[in-house]
T-cell receptor
């Protein structure tokens, strides 16, 4: 499978615990994005990387959220001290950016987080 | 007013009908337009990607962009029960910055066998 891969698919955690999600993008894609989607809404941008550099962060990304892409390949998204409002689907996407041209985003199947 | 407006539905049509899905937007800086299909508990799947005004066809799907009216459409011909899903429009500002990818809420489509 050469698509975007996300793990785990589901995560149930208690309020206050830390969680970490992993995303493996399409191998030749240099951009990697994290989005959050709640029921009945479209995906909302959180952050993105070009290679290993984190270039943009949304105001939705509170201090409890941190994302890394240490070698420019896979990425992790960590949420510290989870709150019930963090319950959502966390989507990863990747694209190929060359100069001013950016291919469309291809999404993984997401990690569904439930905070109890 | 949100930047991208999309009727959440649900939209229910009989099998074989032509489906019309639409989005309007308010920011003329949007230059690239996409339609994604999302099945329950899955990630969005890219269906169509267009830049200019006019029509783009791919099999049973036709994407239409009218930049002067800030209106985009997706038509599905000969609709099948397997087309039942949520359809999300998305658009990017010129320059292609990540924060420029803005989604509509999605329209929940039901094709009745």
């Amino acid at each position: 499978d050469t698509g975007v891969s996300q793990n785990p698919r589901h995560k149930i955690t208690k309020r206050g615990q830390n969680v970490t999600f992993r995303c493996d993008p399409i191998s030749e894609h240099n951009r990697l994005y994290w989005y959050r989607q709640t029921l009945g809404q479209g995906p909302e941008f959180l952050t993105y990387f070009q290679n290993e550099a984190q270039l943009e962060k949304s105001r939705l990304l509170s201090d409890r959220f941190s994302a890394e892409r240490p070698k420019g390949s896979f990425s992790t998204l960590e949420i510290q001290r989870t709150e019930q409002g963090d319950s959502a689907m966390y989507l990863c996407a990747s694209s190929l950016s060359v100069g001013a041209n950016n291919s469309p985003l291809h999404f993984g199947n997401g990690t569904r987080l439930t905070v109890t | 007013q949100k930047e991208v407006e999309q009727d959440p539905g649900p939209l229910s049509v009989p099998e074989g009908a032509i489906v019309s899905l639409n989005c309007t937007y308010s920011n003329s800086a949007f230059q690239y337009f996409m339609w994604y299909r999302q099945y329950s508990r899955k990630g969005p799947e890219l269906l169509m990607y267009t830049y200019s005004s006019g029509n783009k066809e791919d099999g049973r799907f036709t994407a239409q962009v009218d930049k002067s009216s800030k209106y985009i459409s997706l038509f599905i011909r000969d609709s099948q029960p397997s087309d039942s899903a949520t359809y999300l429009c998305a658009m990017i500002r010129s320059g292609g910055g990540a924060d420029g990818l803005t989604f509509g809420k999605g329209t929940h489509l039901i094709i009745q066998p």
